[in-house]
């Protein structure tokens, strides 16, 4: 019978050396020439995309602060009468945080009731402002277009109105920003750490200038390219090869949200010629080199190579993960590649048992108090219910808890349900399962114990709680249902049904005591 042939893992490494050798000087030029060109392109577009985010991100973060601080100076202002605390108002908010070129304060005809610095616009000054414009402001946070007002700065203007206490509309503050002027905006866009050949511009949708380096095209309209008008059409950032100021351009943008504006930017392709320059020159040279170096020492180095890696195959192969991290530690491995696969091997195997040795943890205890949690208490106690002596369950639960949630807050009533987790913990005995089903029900197990017994456990560790001082929440009170599995044929379901009607019980009779059905039957 004829059997297939297989080459070696040393054949076949010999083979792809040379092979490698071969086929890498004859895409060399395809390479270099034509693939390294897209993917640089690419690279260069997805780079400048994710800093045009980043800058995006960082305007409408600069806008949203702006408009929190403006909002809140609004609400410092309670009559337009005092002109002194209007002007201390506006000159601390300019110059608080350094977000504003410069602050106005103006009346609901748009007149001028501070400004600052001061005399940039003198009290009782019309502004002119557009009626549309004085009813869009007084609505709310209101983020103006650029324009060139009488102080000649081109600039926008950030506002929000001010309200009375009584709800009377005042007039509104606005915070301007330069665009051709040192602003909070120019010094946002100008600090990157990007070569000499990307420009960072803000441009809104139908191509005016909102922000450039070069202050002449700071305000002018530069028409879009379709392809490009089409792109910002349809996603908020992207990149794309285009044509920007009459120039090709690597182009990345984002959209600022609060505004109409994108933010580009540019790379000359001039950068990924000098790119694929330098890589051709490196990998001509070094190229040859390593390919001489390699003809000769490839049957040698493949022989070597194979060893290990055949080994680690096999032990992968017929060893279970358990038994896998002794075997793999005695392959000796001598280049760095083989190394790290034994490493890599090692330490995936160590990972899966100290994962599945976690994950059954976890699976069983209650995060917040570290008991056992509904699923522990199944597996434990299981063991214990096919054996004829009698166990005992009990049933904790706070009383008030919900109050102590409503009046302290969800993490005192945190603190307090570990709190009681510890007083349950160690008024219980070694082998006694202590588990938390959920909110503040605590329920333990009290393995071969009477119910006489497990009921004076209940009471002693209820009493420990009742004359203990919590330091969130003062005194505290827990009840307890206690009943026997005995009663109920060892049938776990059927005791915790019982244990919650005499934990009821005892919140029916008051609260911070113990019931079961033998206090019951002695108290009758």
């Known amino acids: 019978m004829n059997k297939t042939y297989k080459p070696s893992l040393k054949g076949l490494l010999c083979l792809h050396s040379v092979g490698c050798i071969v086929i890498t000087a004859l895409m060399l030029i395809l390479v270099v020439g034509v693939v390294l060109k897209v993917l640089t392109e690419k690279r260069i577009i997805e780079s400048n995309t994710a800093y045009a985010r980043k800058l995006a991100d960082m305007t409408d973060s600069t806008f949203r602060t702006a408009q929190k601080e ?60 557009a009626p549309e414009q004085l009813m869009a402001v007084k609505k709310g946070a209101f983020v103006s277009e650029p324009f060139t007002p009488s102080t000649g700065n081109y600039l926008i203007f950030l ?31 100008s600090h990157h750490f990007y070569t000499d050949k990307t420009t960072i511009s803000i441009v809104s ?90 003809v000769g020492v490839s049957i ?124 349950l913990k160690k008024g219980c005995r070694t082998n006694d399962i202590v588990c938390r089903f959920g909110g503040e029900e605590f329920v333990v197990f009290f393995p071969n114990t009477q119910i006489s017994e497990a009921e004076s456990i209940a009471n002693r560790i209820r009493e420990h709680i009742a004359c203990a001082q919590f330091s969130e929440v003062g005194k505290m009170t827990i009840s307890a249902g206690v009943e026997s599995l005995a009663h109920h044929n060892n049938d776990i379901e059927e005791t915790l049904l019982s244990v919650d009607q005499w934990l009821y019980q005892a919140k029916h009779e008051g609260r911070n005591r113990v019931v079961s059905a033998r206090s019951k039957l002695i108290s009758s």
């Open 300 to 423: 040698f180095v493949s022989t070597q190579i194979s060893k290990p890696l055949e080994r680690l195959a096999g032990l992968t192969r017929s060893t279970t993960t358990k038994d896998l991290p002794p075997k793999i530690k005695g392959i000796k491995t001598w280049y760095k590649e083989s190394d790290r696969l034994k490493k890599s091997f090692l330490a995936y195997s160590n990972t899966i048992n100290k994962t599945l040795a976690i994950l059954r943890d976890d699976a069983i205890t209650d995060h917040l108090t570290k008991l056992y949690n509904r699923r522990g208490f199944e597996q434990l106690t299981a063991p214990y219910l096919s054996a004829k002596n009698e166990h005992s369950l009990a049933s904790f639960d706070i009383d008030y808890f919900k109050r102590i949630n409503d009046h302290y807050g969800h993490d005192i009533g945190d603190k307090t349900l570990v709190a009681v987790a510890m007083f």
């Open 70 to 129: 403006l909002a809140y100076s609004a609400t410092q202002i309670k009559r337009f009468e005092d002109k002194q605390a209007l002007q201390q108002e506006a000159d601390r908010l300019r110059l608080q945080s350094d977000m504003f070129s410069s602050v106005v304060m103006l009346t609901p005809d748009g007149y001028v009731a501070a400004s600052s610095p001061p005399g940039l616009l003198p009290v009782g000054t019309s502004l002119n402002v």
């Open 205 to 294: 949708d139908t191509g005016e200038v909102i922000y450039s380096p070069d202050e002449m095209l700071t305000g002018k309209n530069n028409p879009l390219t379709t392809s490009l008008t089409t792109r910002l059409n349809q996603a908020s950032s992207g990149g794309l090869k285009t044509t920007l100021e009459q120039r090709d351009c690597l182009l990345g943008y984002s959209d600022v949200i609060k505004t109409n504006w994108h933010v580009f930017v540019c790379v000359s392709p001039d950068v990924v010629s000098t790119t694929l320059t330098l890589i051709a020159k490196d990998v001509l040279v070094y190229g040859l080199v390593i390919a001489l170096l390699l």
């Open 159 to 189: 506002s929000n109105p001010i309200y009375s206490s009584s709800g009377a509309y005042l007039g509104y503050i606005a915070g301007s920003i330069y665009l051709k002027r040192t602003s909070i905006l120019s010094r946002l866009m």
